[in-house]
């Protein structure tokens, strides 16, 4: 089946902890994206990327790290500067050829609890 | 500051109904505009993909409309179900053409009566 896996699904860290999320995708999409979903507040981008090696800041980048060493992998670090890490967090993938729909498709989500 | 905005937040109609769900956008240079459907604790599953070009799109008992000059989309369904309930979230692509991230609204909760 092609999609997209996070894992874990739930997720629990200490206070002054870093932590990693995972996101493969077998989609062959060159792009991949993190978002950041809170009640209230719907998603908020996080991080993306376009192709391997590269990446660009979303709108709330602070206190987190990607890296994207492979097409179909690109793990996301909640490091302890986050200062309110607690909150739903969703990978997603599209093509990306100019001209073309970049329908965006999205993982299960991994929950982030910080105790 | 782009923006989109869906009312209402929450609907709740009987089993049956046909209802429409609104989404509006402060940017007329969109590329294209994306809906979604988003179970309680799950992924979203994209529904359709409207691209600036286009005025609607259909998918079963879905239709989606977009007016670029008025900042609107709207999400038609026909013969609600139980099923149906969900939350519906719409999403723009202010990207030309490349692979930038997408502007959420917050969504509208939707509950179909049995």
């Known amino acids: 089946d092609g999609g997209i896996t996070q894992s874990p699904k739930y997720l629990f860290r200490k206070e002054g902890q870093n932590v990693t999320l995972s996101c493969e995708q077998n989609?062959?999409?060159?792009?991949m994206y993190w978002y950041r979903q809170d009640p209230g507040q719907g998603l908020r981008l996080i991080y993306y990327s376009q192709i391997v090696n590269d990446f660009q800041k979303g709108d709330i980048a602070e206190g987190y790290s990607v890296s994207r060493e492979k097409k179909e992998s690109f793990p996301l670090t909640v490091t302890s500067a986050q200062k309110n890490p607690t909150a739903f967090y969703l990978c997603?993938?599209?093509?990306?050829?100019?001209?073309?729909?970049?329908?965006?498709?999205f993982g299960p989500g991994t929950r982030l609890t910080v105790l | 500051k782009q923006e989109v905005t869906q009312i209402p937040a929450a609907l709740s109609v009987p089993e049956g109904e046909n209802l429409v769900l609104n989404c509006s956008f402060t940017?007329?240079?969109?590329?294209?505009l994306q809906w979604f459907r988003q179970d309680p604790g799950k992924g979203l599953t994209s529904l359709l993909l409207i691209q600036s070009s286009q005025r609607e799109q259909t998918s079963g008992r879905l239709n989606a409309s977009l007016d670029k000059s008025s900042g609107r989309s709207t999400l038609y369904i026909a013969a609600s179900q139980p099923g149906d309930s969900a939350t519906y979230l719409c999403a723009a692509s202010y990207s030309g053409g490349g692979a930038d991230g997408l502007t959420f609204g917050k969504g509208t909760h939707l509950i179909i009566q049995p």
């Open positions: 989609l062959n999409h060159d792009a």
């Open positions: 997603a993938s599209s093509r990306r050829l100019a001209g073309i729909n970049n329908e965006q498709f």
């Open positions: 940017d007329s240079a969109i590329y294209n």
